[in-house]
């Protein structure tokens, strides 16, 4: 899965290649020499940044992921006016799709420490308990936070306003007494920003198969060969033994050039 997850980072996204091209319009009229250098020049700037926004390493999970377990997810992260693209792992996250098949619901938890939510959020965000921690230099506790992205139910599209967004995206600290403090953010947002692969989608099923559930039997067969073959390695190397029962209280050396006494 690692080679096949790889062949697709090298032949799809090719980090030393050109690997997509823009165009102008549907790609039917024929660009003007400036139209040109202006869509070369607005490339090199799409590759730049995401040379710097680890993209490649996480394609190569969403890859891998997609193969083996048939989702592969990443997050599409703003850190000091740069995008980052962090890849999450199966067990990690729930998705839900909406009506025509594409994912618009995402929860997932995360570990995170006190030090690090206060970076990310603020320590005025932190419950009461958090702050207690942080204040006695507990910064190294670990906390369960979930985030969760959904649809915005009041968006109006037509209405032009800023301040309502497509999606809502809030986290919050996982447990009851965080909940009944606060959320650590609420804002809305312009797009999704979890970009979701699905190697193969049956039904109604919101999360993909991959070849890894194709063999999953073959491989369930193959460990249960080899446990047996390891069984049968080990009975010849250590065979089980028969003795008088008389022998039952005699110290046994059944080590390599051992001998027992009776």
């Known amino acids: 899965f690692k080679m096949l997850a790889s062949l697709l980072v090298s032949h799809l996204t090719n980090p030393s290649q050109r690997w997509f091209f823009l165009e102008i319009g549907d790609g039917k009229k024929k660009p003007t020499r400036q139209e040109s250098i202006w869509i070369r020049k607005c490339e090199d700037i799409m590759y730049k940044s995401f040379a710097e926004s680890k993209i490649h390493q996480a394609l190569h999970n969403v890859y891998f992921e997609g193969v083996s377990f048939g989702t592969g997810i990443m997050y599409k992260k703003v850190h000091k006016g740069k995008s980052i693209y962090l890849p999450l792992t199966v067990g990690q996250y729930y998705i839900d799709r909406d009506e025509s098949g594409d994912v618009n619901v995402l929860v997932r938890r995360m570990t995170m420490t006190t030090e690090s939510i206060v970076s990310q959020f603020g320590y005025d965000k932190l419950p009461e308990e958090a702050k207690l921690q942080f204040d006695n230099g507990k910064r190294n506790g670990l906390h369960t936070v979930v985030h969760f992205v959904e649809p915005n139910l009041?968006?109006?599209?037509?209405?032009?306003?800023?301040?309502?967004?497509?999606?809502?995206?809030?986290?919050?600290?996982?447990?009851?007494?965080?909940?009944?403090?606060?959320?650590?953010?609420?804002?809305?947002?312009?797009?999704?920003?979890?970009?979701?692969?699905?190697?193969?989608?049956?039904?109604?099923?919101?999360?993909?198969?991959?070849?890894?559930?194709?063999?999953?039997?073959?491989?369930?067969?193959?460990?249960?060969?080899?446990?047996?073959?390891?069984?049968?390695?080990?009975?010849?190397?250590?065979?089980?033994?028969?003795?008088?029962?008389?022998?039952?209280?005699?110290?046994?050396?059944?080590?390599?050039?051992?001998?027992?006494?009776?």
């Open 154 to 262: 009041r968006f109006l599209p037509k209405w032009g306003n800023p301040y309502v967004k497509p999606f809502i995206s809030t986290y919050y600290i996982h447990g009851e007494s965080a909940i009944k403090d606060k959320f650590l953010e609420q804002k809305g947002m312009t797009e999704f920003p979890y970009y979701v692969l699905r190697w193969d989608q049956y039904g109604t099923s919101v999360y993909g198969t991959g070849i890894g559930r194709a063999i999953l039997g073959d491989v369930r067969m193959l460990q249960a060969y080899e446990r047996d073959l390891a069984k049968a390695s080990k009975k010849k190397v250590d065979p089980p033994m028969k003795a008088d029962p008389a022998m039952k209280t005699v110290e046994k050396n059944v080590g390599a050039g051992k001998v027992t006494y009776t």
